[in-house]
């Protein structure tokens, strides 16, 4: 991920924090979600010069690309936890 990328994805999270805080993500449609993101995806995507559908086509990559991010952490960090054997450290 670009550094231009990453700061894309963090004001729209940034904004996502205050504009989505009253719902609950697991009941709220993602098209719903998304609809209350439009202003500032609006916003980034006139700064861009780039269209509103591609600035939503941006948004969703980085968001799956930090997502697998923050998933291989986890896995690596659990895997350190369980000193590289595979089992876990209270079966030892």
Do not use: H, W
């Not at 670009?2 to 993500?25: G, H, V, W």
């Not at 948004?59 to 054997?85: F, I, P």
């Amino acid at each position: 991920m670009t550094d231009e990328n990453r700061k894309i994805l963090e004001r729209i999270n940034a904004f996502a924090e205050t504009e989505l805080s009253d719902i609950d993500p697991q009941k709220v449609q993602v098209s719903v979600q998304l609809d209350r993101l439009r202003p500032i995806m609006e916003e980034i995507a006139a700064e861009k010069n780039i269209s509103l559908e591609d600035m939503f086509i941006l948004y969703m990559d980085l968001q799956s690309e930090a997502s697998c991010r923050t998933e291989q952490k986890l896995r690596d960090e659990l895997q350190d936890l369980n000193d590289g054997d595979g089992s876990p450290l209270l079966f030892r």
